[in-house]
């Protein structure tokens, strides 16, 4: 009877989880977008009142006037900074795009100039072994070298009276869609500054009125909840921050002396160190996406000091982050690599790109939350005998 009654208690608990990680999938999937503005608004709010309340408390001021004052302080420096920035960074992307264009626009030659790198590094072979390889190698450059051709003679001659549009429909589709996301994009920021703005400054309000709704035991439960979420959502920006902002350090300063001693000729440093850092925080990819691929290309081409440069600095860049990223992704708070690696795989393929944040935060919050006593999910029969 007793393992009857184990058994049903398993069974449901086993439902009452299934249903309530379903009923997050659904909200992550469907509702988070539409909530998002607000999320956003009230942890501004949060992270305001300690601040206000200090200057408040010295300046004889209304926390809801410091409150309104202080958004829109932020939403200037916001602003500000994203026309700065932004204007430099479509100047650095325009050009680099541009630079990128000749380059392709160049594949013949290099896919000559591998052919004949190749080519004089097998002479070594036995004379069987070289022919066998030099035929496999032109073969295969004759078909790229085809494929190429192929693709620049089906692009339409605008010299001609009429030629076929039907290659602009994908891109102008994607521009099409685009833009129609400008208007619910501008209309979410605006709902979001708009609810920054009441939240800060009825923040009291807000939390007397939910405190008033709810007992004791959930408001306690709610309060370490929020404090818990703080603090891990604080660790990941300032690892993920800091590991960018380093490797953004490391490519910048390697090409600058890659530059200073007559090695890289080029510019676009700034472009290249922030792609390179932005990869560099993805999974599984890394600078290796980058630079392993620029480094082969220079190589080909001739130019093997920048190719042995950008293969140190690689080795360079991958030797620092081994070292530092155990110590500065601290916010696993004892989650082992592999489930964060597994909350990032399926995150990716559940959420899309914001899956990759969303579902290791997310593991790492119940882990707290059970380490807490606030859930009880597994371990407490263990504790209990403790």
């Keep these: 009877m007793e393992l009857t009654e184990k058994r049903k208690a398993t069974l449901i608990n086993i439902a009452y989880y299934t249903v309530i990680v379903a009923l997050f999938y659904l909200f992550m999937k469907f509702a988070f977008g539409l909530v998002a503005p607000f999320i956003v608004a009230f942890a501004i709010a949060i992270l305001l009142q300690k601040p206000l309340r200090i200057i408040s408390e010295k300046t004889k001021i209304k926390k809801n006037i410091l409150g309104a004052v202080a958004v829109l302080l932020i939403i200037s420096v916001i602003i500000s900074a994203v026309v700065l920035?932004?204007?430099?960074?479509?100047?650095?992307?325009?050009?680099?795009?541009?630079?990128?264009?000749?380059?392709?626009?160049d594949l013949p030659n290099l896919i000559r100039s591998a052919e004949s790198w190749i080519l004089a590094r097998i002479t070594v072979l036995p004379d069987t072994l070289e022919k066998t390889v030099t035929d496999s190698v032109t073969g295969i450059v004759d078909r790229l070298l085809l494929a190429s051709q192929e693709e620049v003679s089906n692009m339409p001659d605008p010299m001609e009276g009429s030629f076929d549009l039907s290659f602009l429909a994908t891109p102008l589709g994607g521009l099409l869609s685009t833009a129609k996301e400008i208007p619910g994009i501008f209309a979410a920021v605006f709902m979001g500054i708009i609810a920054c703005f009441f939240i800060t400054c009825d923040y009291d309000k807000f939390r007397i009125l939910i405190s008033e709704n709810i007992s004791r035991e959930h408001e306690i439960a709610i309060v370490k909840t929020r404090r818990l979420l703080g603090d891990i959502l604080g660790k990941m920006l300032k690892s993920y921050a800091t590991l960018i902002f380093i490797t953004f350090c490391e490519v910048s300063i390697g090409l600058n002396i890659l530059k200073l001693i007559g090695v890289y000729s080029g510019g676009y440093i700034l472009v290249l160190s922030i792609i390179t850092a932005i990869v560099d925080i993805?999974?599984?990819?890394?600078?290796?996406?980058?630079l392993i691929p620029w480094a082969i290309f220079n190589l080909f081409t001739g130019n093997i000091g920048l190719g042995i440069g950008l293969i140190i600095l690689y080795a360079v860049i991958?030797?620092?982050?081994?070292v530092l990223e155990p110590r500065l992704v601290a916010m696993n708070v004892g989650m082992?690599?592999?489930?964060?690696?597994?909350?990032?795989?399926?995150?990716?393929?559940?959420f899309g790109f914001l899956g990759i944040f969303i579902l290791p935060v997310t593991f790492v919050l119940v882990k707290a939350l059970n380490d807490e006593g606030i859930i009880h999910l597994w371990g407490m029969d263990r504790k209990k005998k403790q």
């Design 85 to 105: 920035v932004g204007y430099r960074l479509f100047v650095e992307f325009k050009g680099f795009g541009e630079y990128i264009m000749s380059k392709i626009s």
């Design 282 to 290: 993805l999974p599984v990819l890394g600078t290796g996406t980058i």
């Design 318 to 322: 991958t030797v620092i982050r081994q």
């Design 336 to 350: 082992h690599p592999v489930i964060t690696l597994f909350g990032m795989y399926l995150g990716v393929q559940l």
